[in-house]
């Protein structure tokens, strides 16, 4: 539904010191994760997306809007960005009205911003919540508030940046639903995350930034298994990969569930 | 004598009437690694603060059962007597740091200023500290200029450097790259060699079954189990409560593989070595 | 991050430890009040000028007083019109007479108001808010009271920065705030409430954290770094106290 166009795109916080040296690339719908050691330019290349950041050098495109001359509040009706820390997104004392904040914003009368945020609260489960205070709500439901009040956006493409933080493991397989959801849906959801577990069993896409660049851009298949382009990025495979790494399988398996079948098939093994 | 004595802690916030803890005990002897795992709202934070007094004392409510922690009695000490003794580390690196001082080095410092140590002492202590935290060569940064996970690791060299007899941490590498948490349970790893009782909540279920001695499960505030890695992620019924197992746990129990003793394995190398051989066995 | 006026670098006054610093301040403050006329408060506000030009910091302390200049006018004008005093006509414009003894008057109320600046700028440019409430701990003031200074230090700079990170959150949600100011002023209200919230629950974080760090210990306090006053504090001292003797010589003569 929406593409994104990075073309040369160079960052600098303060002059003489890029944060990003150079990107090219082109993000069409579908799941992409954005792996990497801290400090490698992966929050600031997603704040380069939508607007927040402006390139030093190079051009963002999101469809027909350059971000460069477009003001963020516009870019919001293409591009949902759901921060890292939730307290710095929420600001409403009740979670329905903050929900229904962005489709406000974006013109959608009362009652339809209404329906898309009960909607979005359903998505995260977060349903009989609405009236409660966010500040009420634990950190890990805070970061589902947030998720949700992107979501309730409908926007083409939905940059999440580190969702996983903090959750557990019904949160995260929770947040994991809604990137296949929204895959499904025919849209661009960009993921920043340290789990690698998270990554092979729910993107299509993974980008490696390192040092401000991309290092390596492929399926999680194909990045997990060079073991020197990850150490090189400070990453490891998940633990299922690198069992079946240490077993010798070809094409390690990315996912326990595809671990134990591709065990119990031809190979014929117990139970 | 064990440096943690948990007995049958049951403890309610202010304004709530559920009880947030519900009959915990346990105990951590010196140099052993205790990790605490379970869903969120399942009373980890809770614990940890429990242990040096926060709880009760900083949020009031209602406390029962004995909390003893190097030979203290939590509930009637202060906290600060306490945090002599045992230091907690939180989740979020920002609120830990003083804001009073600007460089690593200084920031270090400030609780050995509060505790009046000589001069001598605190320069060897933070040297200690900040080398064991990878954190010497930055020690003339501003701790503003730091990366969330420096950041982190900050926090925890400035607990440490009071050399408390135990160390708690809660979830302290959720903001942290896999680098940077490495370095964390490195670092962990080395104290315990030391002597020290390091009790950690973590979610990161595969770490914590590598290098924990035992695992504390709780959910809604009561202990689910409670034993060395092995055994407590071998029993049914975890994943029901919400509780991760690490994964190739969950591999080893679909496909039966199994240690000596019956449980499964809960560590990539065991898990490795058990699978090739059922596998070496099948094809041999 | 510590809210502060803070110019760094290393001339003699930087070098000077805090307490000389309070002393050359107070000494300035009663001075301010102490000394008759306007030739005197004059010399001082030279006086304060130099020794802030030595430091350094004159630049930062133009703007202070360009910020403050409205007021001064002020002090001129409502003077000059109305003070009970007024005799003998000084400037007409229009309708409107100044009179001269309201002017003189606003001069001096002019004069004060820039001493006690001047004075009180002589500390705030040259020292870190932290660096004084150190000096302070060393002299026995507890650490409680210390904290509390630097947290309320803190909470503007939290603020400021929770601020921009809550309104690029707002921007992302479609909230319009590039433009005219009419559309900027009007972003700004929605972001008091959350500001207000999110500074107290990290002050609570703020708090608990210090509480485990021992921050509530009535232990007496060791320090990383000796003190280092230079070897000119004591001159400095003495000439400051010397100028105070002269100033109350000075006002009990002329009295």
């Not at chain 1, 607007?51 to 919001?76: F, I």
């Not at chain 2, 795992?37 to 709880?55: E, R």
């Not at chain 3, 006086?47 to 200049?69: D, I, K, P």
């Not at chain 3, 009271?145 to 690029?168: C, H, K, N, W």
Request: a neutral charge; one cysteine or more.
């Amino acid at each position: 539904m929406a593409e994104i166009r990075v073309k040369d795109l160079h960052f600098s916080y303060t002059p003489g010191v890029e944060v990003l040296r150079g990107i090219n690339l082109v993000l069409s719908p579908g799941s992409v994760a954005i792996v990497g050691q801290n400090g490698a330019g992966k929050s600031t290349f997603v704040r380069l997306l939508n607007g927040l950041l402006r390139p030093t050098q190079g051009e963002v495109w999101v469809d027909d809007l350059s971000t460069a001359s477009t003001t963020v509040a516009s870019m919001a009706r293409k591009v949902g960005l759901v921060f890292q820390n939730p307290t710095d997104q929420l600001f409403k004392s009740r979670v329905l009205d903050e929900v229904m904040f962005g489709p406000l914003n974006l013109g959608a009368s009362q009652d339809e911003a209404r329906q898309r945020a009960e909607a979005a609260l359903a998505r995260v489960g977060l349903t009989g919540a609405e009236a409660r205070n966010p500040y009420d709500l634990g950190l890990a439901e805070r970061k589902l508030v947030t998720i949700a009040s992107v979501l309730a956006m409908d926007t083409p493409v939905v940059i999440l940046d580190e969702p996983t933080i903090a959750q557990d493991v019904t949160g995260v397989r929770q947040i994991g639903d809604i990137v296949t959801w929204l895959q499904e849906q025919g849209r661009t959801v960009i993921t920043i995350t340290h789990d690698m577990d998270f990554v092979a069993r729910y993107f299509q896409r993974v980008l490696v930034f390192q040092a401000g660049q991309v290092l390596a851009d492929g399926t999680a298949e194909e990045i997990f298994s060079r073991p020197d382009l990850l150490r090189q990025a400070g990453l490891e495979p998940p633990p299922i990969t690198v069992l079946g790494q240490r077993l010798g399988l070809a094409r390690p398996p990315l996912t326990v569930e595809g671990f134990v079948a591709r065990l119990r098939g031809p190979n014929g093994l117990a139970p | 004598m064990s440096l943690i004595r948990v007995e049958n802690l049951r403890y309610r916030y202010p304004r709530q009437s559920a009880l947030a803890l519900d009959g915990v005990s346990f105990t951590v002897e010196p140099g052993e690694f205790v990790g605490i795992v379970g869903p969120n709202k399942a009373g980890k934070s809770t614990l940890c603060q429990a242990l040096v007094g926060l709880v009760p004392h900083f949020y009031k409510g209602a406390i029962g059962g004995k909390v003893e922690v190097a030979g203290l009695d939590v509930h009637t000490t202060s906290v600060g007597e306490v945090s002599r003794r045992a230091g907690l580390v939180f989740q979020s690196p920002f609120t830990q740091m003083s804001g009073a001082k600007f460089s690593v080095y200084e920031e270090v410092a400030f609780g050995l200023e509060r505790a009046g140590i000589p001069r001598d002492e605190m320069i060897r202590r933070i040297e200690w500290s900040l080398r064991l935290l990878g954190l010497w060569d930055l020690r003339d940064r501003s701790p503003f200029a730091l990366s969330g996970g420096q950041m982190q690791r900050l926090a925890i060299a400035s607990v440490l450097v009071m050399q408390p007899e135990v160390l708690i941490l809660d979830e302290p590498t959720s903001q942290l790259d896999p680098a940077g948490t490495s370095e964390v349970f490195a670092a962990v790893g080395d104290l315990c060699r030391q002597g020290m009782a390091v009790v950690m909540a973590e979610h990161k279920v595969d770490r914590i079954a590598a290098r924990a001695d035992k695992v504390l499960v709780l959910n809604r505030g009561r202990v689910l189990a409670w034993g060395p890695p092995g055994e407590v992620f071998s029993l049914d019924g975890l994943e029901e409560h919400g509780v991760a197992v690490p994964a190739v746990t969950r591999a080893a129990r679909e496909l039966g593989w199994r240690e000596q003793g019956g449980t499964y394995p809960v560590t990539v190398e065991a898990a490795a070595r058990i699978g090739g051989a059922a596998l070496g066995r099948d094809q041999g | 991050m510590q809210f502060t006026l803070f110019v760094p670098g290393d001339s003699w006054m930087h070098r000077l430890d805090p307490m000389s610093k309070v002393l050359l301040t107070v000494i300035g403050l009663v001075c301010t009040f102490l000394l008759p006329g306007h030739l005197a408060p004059a010399l001082l506000l030279a006086a304060s000028l130099v020794l802030l030009a030595s430091a350094g910091v004159l630049r930062r302390s133009t703007a202070v007083f360009a910020g403050v200049s409205l007021i001064a006018v002020t002090f001129f004008v409502v003077q000059g019109l109305v003070y009970a005093g007024n005799q003998h006509p000084a400037l007409a414009i229009g309708p409107v007479t100044f009179y001269r003894e309201g002017l003189l008057l606003g001069l001096r109320l002019t004069l004060r108001l820039y001493n006690i600046l001047a004075s009180s700028l002589i500390l705030i440019l040259t020292n870190r808010p932290s660096d004084l409430v150190e000096s302070l701990m060393r002299r026995g003031l507890p650490s409680r009271f210390g904290y509390v200074i630097i947290a309320v230090l803190q909470i503007i700079p939290t603020m400021v920065e929770a601020s921009a990170r809550i309104t690029d959150a707002q921007r992302s949600r479609g909230m319009e705030t590039e433009g005219s100011l009419w559309v900027r002023l009007r972003a700004f209200i929605p972001l008091m409430g959350p500001l207000v919230t999110s500074s107290l629950i990290a002050t609570e974080e703020r708090a608990l954290a210090l509480e485990v760090r021992g921050f509530a210990s009535n232990r007496r306090l060791t320090f990383l770094h000796e003190e280092s006053i230079p070897g000119y504090a004591w001159p400095v001292r003495i000439a400051a106290l010397a100028v105070l003797a002269l100033g109350i010589a000075g006002r009990v003569m002329l009295s």
